[in-house]
């Protein structure tokens, strides 16, 4: 069967072969971080450009299908019982509840659907629905991905079976950083269930937050253990902290905008033929910043007026700065 242009374009890039690829140092990482804006930028982009198309951006959109009353203790987020932040918690969402938000975000223009549910972790009762929205979401004909938290054995073959294209669970922070921003789980757990995800074949998202009071270095060392991950990262979605009053993080020093692109940038070139998902924050990034963060090499981006808890621009104001810079959708 021959694929059409469009077809390939949604395909994810080979992974490289471990053997061809270079382990990173936080030290090297760092180096990148620390060159003058234009010679990364320029860097991350010649990168970009020998890899993608620098025109063609995927979009995802997202879907809490659970909301709120989550175990864990995460610092940024909305969704912990334990900060109380005015969120209603809601019950696993009914499926057609979820395909009529699928076949809306398609219609827009989105070519995969991400399903997210605030969980320490999926019980295997709870799989069970998610397993169904996953097959029919696929029979839309859009890409699926899903954010269950942590995975027990034999769950990721489940949703391997499903015919899940993605599974999203990020590091999150440097490993020097973590403990402070989060104590119900460790990043070693984080790190078991990707491996528990890319042992079955599904395409691994994982990125990170910054802005949430860490170091230049510790945001290096965020991308250097991303970028040394036995196979990278299909997709790497790159989060600024949304703050949100209640959490432990509201009120986290303002990261600079500036280095948030630095930060797209040592993505770009780490990790060449990855996605690198501008995540969350849009909502406050004007779209010249926004043109910076695809300058550095960012090539996906969450689409639709919502992410899980908190807005993402409007639909219309990103087609507009696609048409603005000359940019597509795949
Ligand atoms: N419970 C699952 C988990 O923790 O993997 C899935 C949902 S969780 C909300 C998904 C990711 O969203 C987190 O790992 C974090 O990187 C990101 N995130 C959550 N709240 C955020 C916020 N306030 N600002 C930026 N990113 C956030
Ligand atoms: C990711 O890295 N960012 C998305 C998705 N993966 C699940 C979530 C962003 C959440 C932002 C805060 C909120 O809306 O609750
Ligand atoms: Fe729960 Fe995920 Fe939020 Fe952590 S990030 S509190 S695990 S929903």
Known sequence: MTMTSAALDRQPPAAPATAERKRWTVAEVQALFEQPFFDLVYRAQQVHREHFDPHAIQRSTLLSIKTGGCSEDCGYCSQSARHDTGLERERLMALEQVLDNARAAKARGATRFCMGAAWRGPKDKDLEPVLKMVREVKKLGLQTCVTLGMLKDGQAEQLAQAGLDYYNHNLDTAPDFYGQVITTHSLQDRLDTLDKVRGVGINVCSGGIVGMGESRPQRAALIAQLANLPTPPESVPINN???????????????????????????????????????????????????????AGANSMFYGERLLTTDNPDADRDDRLFERLGLRAV
Do not use: Y
């Open 241 to 295: 902290l949304v703050q949100i009053p209640g959490t432990p993080l509201a009120g986290a020093g303002q990261l600079d905008p500036f280095e948030f692109v630095r930060t797209i940038a040592a993505a770009r070139i780490t990790m060449p033929r990855s996605f690198v998902r501008l995540s969350a924050g849009r909502e406050q990034m004007s779209d010249e910043l926004q043109a910076l963060c695809f300058m």
